[in-house]
C-alpha cells in the first residue's frame, strides 16, 4: 500500500472524492452563470457584470439563494482541499507544485463566496475590475514592481495557452471514466470540454496581455478584472458576436465542469 493510500485511508478517500466531485459542481454552477450573463451583456444589457461577483448576485437573487450561497462556497472549499491532497501525495513534482498553486487559487475564491454568503456583498459585480485595478496599482509602488506585474501577466497568458492547447489536445480525457460513458456522452463532453476550455484559455490570455500593458505603460487602470477582460471581445471589429462565442464557450466550460463531477477520477 502507497503512502499516499495509508494517509487517506478508505473514509478519507470518499471524504476527499465527494470535496473534489462538489468542488467541481461549484465551478460549473460560477462559470455557466458567467456565461450567461456574458450572453446577457453581448445583447445589450449592460447592467450586468460577467465576473464571480455578478454569478453569487445572480444565485442570491433566486429563492433560498443564501442556501445555495453557502452550498457554493462549502463545494469551493472542498475544491481547494482536494487541491491539497494532490499536493501532498502527488506522484510527480509538477503535478504537486500546481496542485499547490489551485489550492491556494480555489482557497481564496472560496473565502470570497462565503464572505458572500455571510452578507458582505462587497465583493459583488463590478468588484473584480476595481480590485484588480487597486492591486496592480500597489504591486507597481514596490521595488521592481514593473517587472512583477509583468511577470504575473505573462504567467496568466501563459496558463491561458497552456489550458487551450490541452483543452484542444482533449489532455482531460485521461482524468475520465471513459469506460462508464456512452459514445454520445463522450461527444458531448468532448464538446464542452474543448470549446469551454478555449474559451476560459482565451479569457486567460487576454487578461494576461492586459497585466502586461499594465506593466509596461505604468497604468493600473490598464488592468482588468474578469468582467471588463469579457466586454473587451465586443470591442473587436466584428462587434459583439465574438462575445457572443465566449459566453457560449463560458457556459460549455460550466457544463464540462459538472461532467467532470460525474466522472472524473478523483
Given at each position: 500500500m502507497s503512502v499516499r493510500s495509508k494517509a487517506r485511508g478508505k473514509s478519507g478517500r470518499t471524504a476527499v472524492e465527494v470535496a473534489g466531485r462538489w468542488g467541481f459542481a461549484a465551478r460549473g454552477v460560477i462559470f455557466l452563470l458567467v456565461g450567461v450573463l456574458a450572453?446577457?451583456?453581448?445583447?445589450?444589457?449592460?447592467?450586468?457584470?460577467?465576473?464571480?461577483?455578478?454569478?453569487?448576485?445572480?444565485?442570491?437573487?433566486?429563492?433560498?439563494?443564501?442556501?445555495l450561497l453557502w452550498l457554493l462556497g462549502i463545494g469551493l472549499v472542498g475544491m481547494a482541499l482536494?487541491?491539497?491532497?494532490?499536493?501532498?501525495?502527488?506522484?510527480?513534482?509538477?503535478?504537486r507544485l500546481l496542485s499547490a498553486g489551485r489550492t491556494l487559487f480555489y482557497a481564496v475564491v472560496a473565502w470570497s463566496v462565503l464572505v458572500f454568503a455571510s452578507g458582505d456583498h462587497r465583493g459583488g459585480g463590478g468588484e473584480s475590475d476595481r480590485q484588480s485595478h487597486d492591486m496592480t496599482a500597489r504591486v507597481l509602488e514596490l521595488p521592481a514592481g514593473q517587472w512583477l506585474v509583468a511577470a504575473a501577466g505573462i504567467a496568466i497568458a501563459v496558463t491561458g495557452v497552456v489550458g487551450a492547447v490541452q483543452a484542444v489536445r482533449r489532455t482531460y480525457r485521461k482524468h475520465l471514466r471513459l469506460g462508464e460513458m456512452s459514445p454520445r456522452v463522450r461527444d458531448a463532453v468532448d464538446v464542452t470540454g474543448v470549446a469551454g476550455g478555449v474559451a476560459r484559455g482565451l479569457?486567460?490570455?487576454?487578461?494576461?496581455?492586459?497585466?502586461l500593458r499594465a506593466a509596461i505603460t505604468y497604468r493600473p487602470s490598464e488592468a482588468k478584472g474578469l468582467d471588463d477582460t469579457i466586454r473587451s471581445f465586443a470591442e473587436t471589429p466584428v462587434g459583439p458576436w465574438l462575445l457572443?462565442?465566449?459566453?457560449?464557450?463560458l457556459a460549455l466550460y460550466?457544463?464540462?465542469?459538472?461532467?467532470?463531477?460525474v466522472w472524473r477520477r478523483v
Open positions: 450572453l446577457r451583456i453581448a445583447f445589450g444589457d449592460n447592467a450586468e457584470q460577467a465576473d464571480k461577483g455578478g454569478a453569487l448576485t445572480e444565485v442570491a437573487a433566486q429563492p433560498l439563494g443564501s442556501v482536494w487541491q491539497l491532497t494532490e499536493a501532498l501525495w502527488g506522484n510527480k513534482t509538477t503535478h479569457v486567460f490570455m487576454v487578461a494576461g496581455g492586459f497585466a457572443v462565442v465566449l459566453a457560449v464557450g460550466g457544463l464540462f465542469s459538472f461532467a467532470m463531477a
